[in-house]
Antibody
Framework: QVQLVQSGSDLREPGASVKLSCKAS????????MNWVRQAPGQGLEWMGW????????SYGQAFTGRFVFSLDTSVNTAYLEISSLKTEDIAVYYC?????WGQGTLVTVSS | DIVLTQTPLSLSVTPGQPASISCKSS???????????LYWYLQKPGQSPQLLIY???SRFSGVPDRFSGSGSETDFTLKISRVEAEDVGVYYC??????????FGQGTKVEIK
């Protein structure tokens, strides 16, 4: 079955880090780039960037440089998004997506 | 970056009636290869976005034929010929020609009267 399965919801304190995962199955993982999209509560969709799943080269949207890192483990067909120095404004659902295929999203909550 | 402007931002429709959403781009989405990379997604409540239309007017697999897309270069429209209860959610247009980034419209919330 062609799908992207993301890790579960996460609650972190301000200043902490979080690493989200997105496991692909049912297709050749390295054939299509993986995008990350953020959706803050009650808001629209915001593209964060993508990673070339063949070369591992990431590209970040302007608002997502510095604290956001995309990475891969091609041995397990998984893409990762790590966010450091978490702020309350990072509270959102984070989606991985490749073409028409989207993961179910991971809710990140930042609270002390 | 390209800006996509959707209108209206909300729509209340009687079941069985048609609905139409406009998406205007600040730049042409026509590629030199002749394709136009404009997509329509529906995000149902509590779900991930799901692709409805790609390349302006092609319905994605499994999408009912009551959904249709049209337009060219900078002006695009999504039409639902007869709205059903399951069509509620937020509709987004998205461009995939000028990368990076993907760009989304603000979204149009469709509800049933």
């Amino acid at each position: 079955q062609v799908q992207l399965v993301q890790s579960g919801s996460d609650l972190r304190e301000p200043g902490a880090s979080v690493k989200l995962s997105c496991k692909a199955s049912g297709y050749t993982f390295t054939k299509y780039p993986m995008n990350w999209v953020r959706q803050a509560p009650g808001q629209g969709l915001e593209w964060m960037g993508w990673i070339n799943t063949d070369t591992g080269n990431p590209s970040y949207g302007q608002a997502f440089t510095g604290r956001f890192v995309f990475s891969l483990d091609t041995s397990v067909n998984t893409a990762y998004l790590e966010i450091s120095s978490l702020k309350t404004e990072d509270i959102a659902v984070y989606y991985c997506a490749t073409g028409p295929l989207w993961g179910q999203g991971t809710l990140v909550t930042v609270s002390s | 970056d390209i800006v996509l402007t959707q209108t209206p931002l909300s729509l209340s429709v009687t079941p069985g009636q048609p609905a139409s959403i406009s998406c205007k781009s600040s730049e042409s989405l026509l590629h030199t290869n002749g394709k136009t990379y404009l997509y329509w997604y529906l995000q149902k409540p509590g779900q991930s976005p799901q692709l409805l239309i790609y390349d302006v007017s092609s319905r994605f697999s499994g999408v009912p034929d009551r959904f249709s897309g049209s337009g060219s270069e900078t002006d695009f429209t999504l039409k639902i010929s007869r709205v059903e209860a399951e069509d509620v959610g937020v509709y987004y247009c998205m461009q995939g020609i000028h990368l990076p980034p993907w760009t989304f419209g603000q979204g149009t919330k469709v509800e049933i009267k």
